[in-house]
C-alpha cells in the first residue's frame, strides 16, 4: 500500500516560474517529512523539511506547505531554476516511506 | 567526510548467482538504511539498522535478501540467487536520527540477466 503518494510523475516549468510539486499520505500519525532532489547517477539529496507543528518551512527558493486535514504537502520552488530539474521525492519519515517522485523539467 | 560510500556502483551478473552490495556509512552516524529504486515502486525502504543492529527488516522482499552490519563503517546487501526481478538501483543511506535527514550514497545499478 502506498501510504505516500506523488500523482505527477513529471511537471515541467519554464524558468523564472513558480514550480509546484504535490505530495499526499494517508496515515495521519505522520508528523515529520522532508523532501529530497535528485539528479541522475547520483543518490538522493535533502532539501527541506517541516514537522506537523508548522504549516509552512521557508528556505530561500524552497518552501514546503503542510495541509494536515487534508493530509497534503507541497513544495514551491520561486523562481525555478534549468538546474531545478531533477526528480523530487516527499518522504514522511515516520516509518521512511518514499512517495514515487516527480520529474521536474525547467525549461529555459 | 567523503559521505556515504557504495560499491560496486555497477553490477552486471547472470540469474542465480549471488550479488554482494556494500556500503560504507558516514563516520559517526548511528543509522544506516538500504533503498531500492524502481520505476514501478519508486524507492523503498528495504531494511534499517541502529548501532550495527537490525531494526526493521519488513521491506526486505523474500529470504534470497539478507543485509548485515557487523561493525559500525561497514554494511553488506546480499542476493542470493539473483533474479531479473531484482535489476533495480540499489541505495545506502546512513543518519544521526532515524526521523531526520539522510545522506544517500551514490547508489548501485544491478542489472541481473
Known amino acids: 500500500d502506498q501510504q505516500v503518494k506523488q500523482n505527477s510523475p513529471s511537471l515541467s516549468v519554464q524558468e523564472g516560474r513558480i514550480s509546484i510539486l504535490n505530495c499526499d499520505y494517508t496515515n495521519s500519525m505522520f508528523d515529520y517529512f522532508l523532501w529530497y532532489k535528485k539528479y541522475p547517477a547520483e543518490g538522493p539529496t535533502f532539501l527541506i523539511s517541516?514537522?506537523?507543528?508548522?504549516d509552512k518551512n521557508e528556505d530561500g527558493r524552497f518552501t514546503v506547505f503542510l495541509n494536515k486535514s487534508a493530509k497534503h504537502l507541497s513544495l514551491h520552488i520561486v523562481p525555478s531554476q534549468p538546474g531545478d530539474s531533477a526528480v523530487y521525492f516527499c518522504a514522511a519519515t515516520n516509518d521512511m516511506r518514499f512517495g514515487a517522485g516527480t520529474r521536474l523539467t525547467v525549461k529555459p | 567526510d567523503a559521505g556515504v560510500i557504495q560499491s560496486p556502483r555497477h553490477e552486471v551478473t547472470e540469474m542465480g548467482q549471488e550479488v554482494t552490495l556494500r556500503c560504507k556509512p558516514i563516520s559517526g552516524h548511528d543509522y544506516l538504511f538500504w533503498y531500492r529504486q524502481t520505476m514501478m515502486r519508486g524507492l523503498e525502504l528495504l531494511i534499517y539498522f541502529n548501532n550495527n543492529v537490525p531494526i526493521d527488516d519488513s521491506g526486505m522482499p523474500e529470504d534470497r535478501f539478507s543485509a548485515k552490519m557487523p561493525n559500525a563503517s561497514f554494511s553488506t546487501l546480499k542476493i542470493q540467487p539473483s533474479e531479473p526481478r531484482d535489476s533495480a538501483v540499489y541505495f545506502c543511506?546512513?543518519?544521526?536520527?532515524?526521523?531526520?535527514?539522510?545522506?544517500f550514497g551514490p547508489g548501485t545499478r544491478l542489472t541481473v540477466t
Open positions: 517541516i514537522s506537523s507543528i508548522k
Open positions: 543511506a546512513s543518519s544521526g536520527h532515524p526521523y531526520y535527514e539522510q545522506y
